[in-house]
């Protein structure tokens, strides 16, 4: 399964990230098939490249969780709707 994550690259304590198209099972290093993006968290600057990610999204890859969230906050896929399960509590029945 090909996955869009980050790649880090970058000095110690200056690391930034580039959003890669990769086979699931690759290490975090390796070559992947396609660089899609840049991210880097201390200034909060994201570059996409929306063609080519767009194109990957539909061919069915799946972006990881930090992906997930930076491809929300740049409106190229919609916010999941996160639901909380409650436990469901007994109900009570007044004796009378």
Do not use: C
Not at 33 to 62: C, H, K, M, S
Request: proline share 4%; net charge positive; glycine share 4%.
């Amino acid at each position: 399964m090909i996955k869009l994550r980050l790649k880090r690259f970058g000095k110690k304590r200056e690391v930034s990230y580039r959003i890669v198209a990769i086979n699931s099972d690759a290490r975090r290093d390796g070559r992947p098939l396609e660089e899609v993006g840049f991210y880097n968290p201390r200034t909060d600057e994201t570059r996409l490249d929306v063609d080519a990610i767009t194109r990957r999204l539909e061919q069915g890859a799946q972006p990881t969780e930090t992906v997930r969230h930076i491809l929300e906050k740049a409106n190229l896929i919609e916010k999941r709707k996160t639901t909380f399960k409650t436990a469901a509590k007994p109900e009570v029945k007044a004796e009378a």
